[in-house]
């Protein structure tokens, strides 16, 4: 199935963002973001019955704003993130679309309007110890997750040469291919990785490893892609193209891919659907005729 993010229309509720999208030709949508809405379930609900909704990361946006991250070293934060997390579980049953995706969790608390941006000096906290309290969160959530029938899908984080410079060393989680392959050795079944490729990308310039051949240490956990691409320096959510790395390596058989492109007006984004759905198709055909 195939998504288009709302991520980049902060300005409207993720709900409006649907029936503009829909009015396109674009059945996806990808719940990211978007302006708070007191009525937001109500609305989704509200909308035509053949769009399909995937919750993903901080939705549903809440009224007071803050930063997600399951590996926070700050109670509040924490339990707050685990909170936000039940919430979006809940959602995604009552959407019927029992799978929910989300970001891997930071060594630093960052402020909300650092995300996106690069990030000012912070206080680290020990890569172990970071791992170690994500992993906790996580694995409870799973069961949790697991009692509903949902699927919980960790995307990679991205790691810029800029924030590394900053910080000395990486302060985000889950942005090296080996990193990843060690934490999901110890997930449960529900818990599968969501490929963001233009995360990979910069950060594999960053870390100075191959994305091809991190791609494929990582690809049996793979149950979904997040798709768009950038010059490799940062991420930048641009279109995706014929000559995007992620063509050769890509599995067309999963039942999630998502476009976040953004700063583009939504016909260029429908023609990027309508271009990602064919090579898509392309790719199965070619797959199974070499079978």
């Known amino acids: ?19 503009d999208f829909h009015q396109l030709g674009i059945s996806g949508v990808e ?3 978007g302006a ?3 009525t937001c379930e109500a609305d989704l609900l509200a ?7 995937q919750v993903h990361n901080y939705f549903p946006p809440p009224a007071d704003p803050f930063v997600f991250n399951l590996a926070s070293d700050n109670q509040q934060l924490a339990e707050r993130s685990v909170c936000h997390v039940r919430a979006a579980i809940r959602l995604s049953v009552v959407l019927r679309r029992p799978v929910y995706s989300f970001h891997a969790g930071f060594r630093i608390n960052p402020r909300v309007t650092e995300l996106g941006q690069p990030i000012g000096r912070h206080k680290l906290c020990e890569r172990d110890k970071a791992l170690e309290l994500f992993g906790e969160n996580v694995l409870m959530l799973a069961e949790e997750a697991r009692r509903e029938g949902v699927t919980l ?12 410079a900053t910080f000395g060393e990486d302060p985000l989680l889950l942005t090296h291919p080996d990193e990843i392959v060690a934490f999901m050795e110890k997930m449960p079944g529900n818990v599968k990785l969501l490929m963001d490729v233009a995360h990979f990308k910069v950060s ?7 994305h091809v051949a991190g791609h494929e240490q ?25 000559d995007s790395w992620f063509w050769e390596v890509l599995d067309p058989w999963l039942d999630y891919y998502s476009l976040e492109i953004y700063r583009t007006h939504n016909l260029e984004l429908f023609k990027q659907y309508e271009f990602v759905k064919a090579k898509l198709a392309e790719k199965r055909s070619s797959t199974e005729m070499k079978l």
Do not use: C
């Open 1 to 19: 199935m195939l998504f288009v993010s709302t991520g980049g229309l902060r300005l409207k509720s993720a709900a409006e963002s649907a029936k």
């Open 204 to 210: 594999s310039q960053s870390l100075g490893f191959d």
């Open 47 to 53: 909308l035509p019955k053949d769009i399909n909704l």
């Open 36 to 38: 708070y809405s007191s």
């Open 31 to 33: 719940l990211s973001g």
């Open 218 to 242: 990582v690809k049996s956990w793979i149950q979904g892609y997040h798709l768009s691409d950038n010059d490799g320096t940062a991420d930048t959510n641009e279109a995706v193209t014929a």
């Open 153 to 164: 899908l960790v995307e990679n984080n991205v790691i810029n040469k800029v924030n590394l």
